[in-house]
């Protein structure tokens, strides 16, 4: 059987390649994805504990069965679609320019109409790295890797699950792919509605469940090294 397989962020650097066709046996399920790739080099196993596979932008168990062209996605853990304003009141996007360039809050603000509080997060790639104890280089630079339709997906749902909370008008998250310097936003997360109560409360919900659920992930980029930064990928699926 023939199956479409995505890798991301550590796993595209150990396998050297981002996606690539796989042949399997009769009747494969997610786990015979993940041992081949075990088989074929045991550093992914330093990822085991937190390793999920993504069928066709679902996360799914191990003995999920695969069909043939099904789209398999191998998830390190997380480290934390281009739409603009239209029909959609919320702007979420994975950019590759720079935020500070990026009128998200013009838009923002035009289309906030009567409510009376717009509340912001803009995340900063910062100097200090996330283990001091591992470098004392000062970080240069961040680089984001993201599963883009999952991604987008992902966000949209927990756009949708914000709402169910608290009344918002408008919603805006963006985050940077590619590399981003030491001092740039590498993320934007915006709210629009009536009271300041919720706008905080709900700007405060969306870039926490953002970092900690969406597939995007990040290598911190020193004068002398680099190294993926594993966080907690969220899920009720089993690891395989």
Known sequence: MRLRVLLFGPLAEIYGTREEWLDLGVAPTAADVYQHYR???PRIGELERSLHIAVNQAIVS???PLAPDDEVALLPPVCGGSDAFGRDPDLIDLV???LENHPWRK???????????ITCFEGLVRQD???IGETSDPVTALAFDAYRPMAIAALRALAADARQRWRLQNIVMLHRLGTVPAGEVCVVVAVATGHREQAFAACKYLIDTLKATIPIWKKE????????VEGVLLSPAKNP
Request: charged content about 5%.
């Open 96 to 98: 590759e320019t720079p």
């Open 107 to 117: 838009q923002l603000t035009a289309a906030a109409g009567s409510l009376g509080a």
């Open 221 to 228: 980029i020193t004068v002398s090294s680099s190294h993926w």
């Open 62 to 64: 191990a003995s999920h």
């Open 39 to 41: 088989q074929r080099n």
């Open 129 to 131: 790295p996330v283990n």
